[in-house]
């Protein structure tokens, strides 16, 4: 497909841009520490997104790392247009929007992060080797450039669905009509398979599942679009090779961990010559069908040995809650920490317990490795040490349980982050959100977060958000919400029933109250 009809294809059908945890430089940044890189400081990056769609995913990025400066391009100018709307809106000067196709970028800059996320497999091959090339001329020389794409041998499942929607809907002429003929087909052919103990029929019956919540802008990119070209691991990572460049881990780091795999498949896996192999078998045992690789410049030497005393690289914040309320420290007695899915890891170690318990205290601040010893210690009635070796000691046995659980336990269980993060409970007499958190709110009803995360709103905090400006005090917000309500333009609710007239005003000033709380916690409002 040349160029230009690709691009109509993406102005006629947007992608829908979300902004995506797994791309931030601190994610970055990260994981190259864990493997023993030097990495860019985060908080003065240069970032450059190739593929940005409308920008939702770098502009949270520049609101929120202000130091920090990031270039985005794409070939859909409706896309760039969409961003270059907001950026006005937020009058950011830290970030351009580009319209630009990848195949004619030849800027000198260096970037310490190059973000590619969902392009590599949905461009042809001429593209493929452009953006390589980009990622080995253009990343700085400790940078870090993140590359998603669809992998086999999953894919082979998925593209066996794009095949056969592609040759039902090849039949109607416009794009409308292909998507909703793909889904139909889909939903025809899900209902019509038997699928009780029959593998096919349950493989679109789950397919079905996944596809129902996706929106139509990812639909047909997905299936319908004329590119798509998953390739093996072992592939991409020869084609990087070919670039001076080299695999240096999984943005999702728990995927390089081969603890979910049976013993035997573990114990072969240690006997596979390199990472590359490792990674690939890996592919095979679970039948992935998406990556997000982290590439370096191939003088680099990740170390995949990972050493506990790292830790103290890392600032570590924690969901993980105590089983139980009271937990016995001075003994060793088992106790649990639950994630917020329910899984659980168990210690018996005092210092270990004390230490999960110092980082749950603290959320959702983050904690230097100093601070957690130092905690622990307090709460075992013991002094902090004060020599090397025994601070080096604590410091090992800590890293070993925090790294193992940041490689193993589900995502947002214990973040490991470059940048230290700090949420001031304090709310100021005139709050003041962040700009990009006040207009999202007005716009779409969610918000990111500055730890990349979007948030989904309450009906108060979409009409709350947009109030903050640090200009209106909590007096004249409450005040507003009282003559929003006496206008009937929203309706404050007492235990789920509209409330009384005589209770709207404590009702209103509680809810202020909780939300800017919320609002705090999940550092939307500016110190
Ligand atoms: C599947 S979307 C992914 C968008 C975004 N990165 C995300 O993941 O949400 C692919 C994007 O690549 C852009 N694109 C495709 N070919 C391009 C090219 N040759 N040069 C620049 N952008 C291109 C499209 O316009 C589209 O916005």
Redesign the pocket.
């Known amino acids: 497909m040349s160029?230009t009809l690709?691009?109509n294809s993406?102005n006629e059908i947007p992608?829908e841009?979300?902004p995506f945890q797994q791309t931030h430089p601190d994610r970055l940044a990260t994981i190259a520490k864990l493997f023993g890189l030097q990495s860019p400081n985060v908080e003065t990056c240069k970032v450059l997104e190739i593929?940005?769609?409308s920008g939702n995913?770098l502009i949270p990025m520049a609101e929120y790392l202000p130091k920090a400066n990031f270039l985005g391009?794409?070939?859909?100018a409706n896309?760039i247009d969409e961003g270059n709307k907001l950026l006005k809106a937020l009058a950011l000067t830290n970030i351009e929007l580009r319209c630009?196709?990848?195949?004619n970028f030849n800027e000198e800059t260096k970037f310490d992060f190059i973000i590619v996320?969902?392009?590599y497999s949905?461009?042809p091959a001429p593209?493929q080797e452009k953006i390589l090339a980009i990622s080995k001329k253009n990343l700085s020389p400790d940078g870090v450039a993140y590359i998603s794409y669809n992998v086999l041998p999953g894919w082979h499942m998925r593209g066996m669905i794009r095949d056969m929607m592609l040759y039902h809907s090849g039949k109607f002429p416009d794009n409308d009509s292909k998507i909703k003929q793909a889904k139909a087909l889909l939903e025809f052919l899900s209902k019509s398979v038997q699928g009780d103990k029959n593998p096919y029929g349950m493989f679109l019956q789950s397919e079905l599942e996944i596809l129902k919540k996706q929106n139509d802008g990812y639909f047909f990119?997905e299936f319908l679009e004329e590119n798509n070209f998953p390739v093996y691991f072992h592939e991409f990572s020869s084609a990087a090779n070919r670039h001076g460049l080299k695999y240096l881990g999984d943005s999702d780091v728990r995927t390089m961990s081969t603890r979910d795999l049976t013993p035997e498949a573990q114990q072969l896996l240690t006997k596979t010559p390199s990472m590359i192999e490792t990674e690939q078998y890996m592919d095979f045992l679970r039948n992935r069908m998406f990556r997000t690789s982290l590439i370096v410049h191939d003088n680099k030497n990740p170390v995949y040995n990972l050493n506990s005393a790292a830790i103290v690289n890392f600032n570590v914040t924690s969901n993980l809650t105590p089983a139980e309320q009271n937990i016995d420290l001075h003994s060793a007695n088992p106790a649990q920490f639950i994630t917020h899915d329910g899984t659980t890891i168990g210690t018996t170690e005092p210092l270990i317990k004390a230490a999960l318990l110092c980082l749950f205290e603290s959320s959702p601040n983050s904690m230097t490795t100093a601070e957690i010893i130092e905690g622990a210690c307090k709460k075992l009635g013991s002094k902090p040490p004060v020599a090397a070796e025994e601070i080096a000691k604590l410091t090992a046995q800590i890293g070993q349980t925090l790294i193992t659980a940041y490689t193993s336990l589900p995502a947002g269980s214990l973040e490991l982050t470059t940048r230290p993060i700090k949420r001031s409970s304090l709310i100021s007499l005139k709050p003041r959100a962040f700009k990009l958190a006040q207009i999202q709110a007005g716009m779409i009803g969610m918000v990111t977060n500055p730890r990349h995360q979007m948030i989904r709103l309450g009906d108060f905090e979409k009409v709350l958000l947009p109030m903050l400006d640090g200009k209106t005090t909590i007096t004249e917000i409450n005040k507003n919400f009282k003559d929003l309500v006496n206008t009937n333009k929203i309706v404050v609710k007492d235990n789920g029933i509209q409330a009384e007239p005589n209770r709207v005003r404590e009702i209103i000033q509680q809810q202020v109250e909780n939300a800017l709380k919320i609002l705090a916690k999940n550092g939307m409002l500016v110190d």
């Open positions: 160029q690709q691009s993406y992608y841009s979300f593929g940005c769609a995913n391009i794409d070939l859909s896309q630009q196709d990848i195949l996320h969902g392009i949905w461009v593209v990119h």
